[in-house]
């Protein structure tokens, strides 16, 4: 597509979005599979779900009806569609589980995409022991994901119990584990937000301290231990009319701590969910390989990400524009942003197939359009050009979205 006929599609998806209705909330869910078009697409759908799908455990009035228009009278999906979320306490399988119960529609687990899911690719870690924070079956996670031997922030604290020491009531001077049953950690692994902050980020500064060893004395060994983190979003939004806080923040209190004891800068091997580029990228193939699943035999040449951040959803999926332009454009390999430890010469991108990729936000999450907008990106990710949070289209639910898109594409 030339650059005249890209600009044109963009001033299409403007005008679409103004002349469709802009309330969703008292929508008629009608039950009716849609029979669907005989064309094959060559366009796939990324959909988040907090915010767009989904308010903490309530389903959003338009979501069932959106996804009934991308399936057929079987049930099963026509276009092919993944769901990228940056949640990471849980395993794909209960995801996709969560989601054919909310949408009354068969979702698969490969097409489900947690933050953790790119951490797959750094296998050089697979060996080390790890520590891991979070919550939900994190070592059961870690094992799906291909890392053998892993260690829990409370294993860490039941073996060295006067280490945490903030809350009176939980102080313990004798171990219930033997302190002799924690390895020397070799990296860190970051799901998600923990239940108790105090607790992980002592023990986690703890770790990097004493690289790895809590048997030695702590001193500032730096670069520190190789940290894998995933989830960036400062913010989500439940079921409360306010923005909750997310694993970004507890990633900003670390930062802020580690600098704080040791003046410099935590450095993370690897940074991914949204809106890092691998994480995209990793969903581009998974789109594709939903596509060969339900007969498309043509590449996916455009994708619409559909997100309630633009933090995230929106800057993720435009910082994934600009890596598919580069990539296009030079026969190198290109560095992508919060892959620092991947060794790309291991690895073939060559399974981009995206030629265009355009972000829609929806007015049903975390964005505000009453509020100022204020620089929430991750800190790797600064500084942020404007136009890299601008959505190619807003609209008010997921299933204005995917009407729109619809018309954009002449499909039915």
Known sequence: M????????????????TNLPTSCGNITIRRSYCQGSKK???FGLMFDIDGVIVRGRRILPS????????????GKFRVPCVFVTNAGNTLRSFKAEQLSDWLNIEVHEDQVIMAHSPLKMFDQYFDKEVLISGQGPTQEIANNLGFH?????????????????????????????????IPKMEALMLFGEPVRWETSLQLIIDILMTNGDLTGKPAVSYPHLPILACNMDLQFMAEVNMPR????????????????????DLIYTALVGKPSEITYYHAETMLETTAKSI???HPITKLYTIGDNIHTDIFGMNLYREYVRRRRASKKRVVMQGARGLDMSLHDFNAITAEHCYSVLVRTGVYNENMEVLEHCPRDFLPVEAKLQEPNLTVSCVLEAVETIFKQENYS
């Not at 890209?6 to 403007?14: F, H, I, P, Q």
């Not at 280490?163 to 102080?171: I, S, Y």
């Open 149 to 181: 031997k892993t260690t829990t922030v409370d294993q860490v604290r039941s073996a060295y119990p006067q280490l945490d020491c903030v809350d009176h009531t939980r102080r313990r001077l004798k171990p219930s584990l033997p302190p002799s049953s």
């Open 245 to 264: 806080f997310g694993h970004g923040a507890f990633l900003t209190c670390l930062e802020s701590l580690y600098k704080k004891v040791t003046g410099n």
């Open 295 to 297: 007969g498309i035999t």
């Open 63 to 74: 979501a069932p009806e959106a996804f009934q228009k991308l399936v057929d009278s079987s």
């Open 2 to 17: 030339s650059s005249s006929k890209g600009a044109c599609l963009l001033k299409n998806l403007d005008r679409l979005s």
């Open 40 to 42: 094959q697409p060559n």
